[in-house]
T-cell receptor
């Protein structure tokens, strides 16, 4: 049972436009969420995070939105650049049995 | 520079052989992790260790073994019992804080012939 789902395996966006990557989760014990970016044959690198007490966190061109009632988060990249082309993973963690990060299956973004 | 070093980057082995992947970190992190990535799938947790001489099974520990004799080192052995060992293996480390990010190595690609 996938507790963190990224339903879009790929997304193609024109340079300069907005990229929106989505992530859904099912475990109510998750209370913090992270986005990682991964290039081929490299390890993921941390991009941005958000805790459940917030609904938005912004860092430069990257903004993460959290809708707790819908168990949904999204990553917005504005404006999109060719160097943003990568696989993006969302990850979720919490306390207790949810302490270890659970990752989604990733979305390949092509700009 | 602080970071996580995985070796080897590429490894080929014959079926039935055990192989050991190395992971070293100089970030002074207490926690270390091994993940496996397969095409179209997310990162799946194999083993993790929160302190020296202690480690816990993750979601897909069968066919793998680890040790944590030093804080800096967390090697992963892929044994012959692992039914489908060909994959991309990622080591990570992190601080023991809730919400803390993980830092990943560059990965090791294991191909079993």
């Amino acid at each position: 049972d996938q507790q963190v789902k990224q339903n879009s395996p790929s997304l193609s966006v024109q340079e300069g436009r907005i990229s929106i990557l989505n992530c859904d989760y099912t475990n109510s014990m998750f209370d913090y969420f992270l986005w990682y970016k991964k290039y081929p044959a490299e390890g993921p690198t941390f991009l941005i995070s958000i805790s459940s007490i917030k609904d938005k966190n912004e860092d430069g061109r990257f903004t993460v939105f959290l809708n707790k009632s819908a168990k949904h988060l999204s990553l917005h990249i504005v404006p999109s650049q060719p160097g943003d082309s990568a696989v993006y993973f969302c990850a979720a963690g919490g306390t207790g049995s949810a302490r270890q990060l659970t990752f989604g299956s990733g979305t390949q973004l092509t700009v | 520079d602080g970071g996580i070093t995985q070796s080897p980057k590429y490894l080929f082995r014959k079926e039935g052989q055990n192989v050991t992947l190395s992971c070293e970190q100089n970030l002074n992190h207490d926690a270390m992790y091994w993940y496996r990535q397969d095409p179209g799938q997310g990162l799946r947790l194999i083993y993790y260790s929160q302190i020296v001489n202690d480690f816990q099974k993750g979601d897909i520990a069968e066919g793998y073994s680890v040790s944590r004799e030093k804080k800096e080192s967390f090697p992963l052995t892929v044994t012959s019992a692992q039914k489908n060992p060909t994959a991309f293996y990622l080591c990570a480390s992190g601080r023991q804080v809730i919400g803390g990010e993980l830092f990943f190595g560059e990965g090791s690609r294991l191909t079993v012939l």
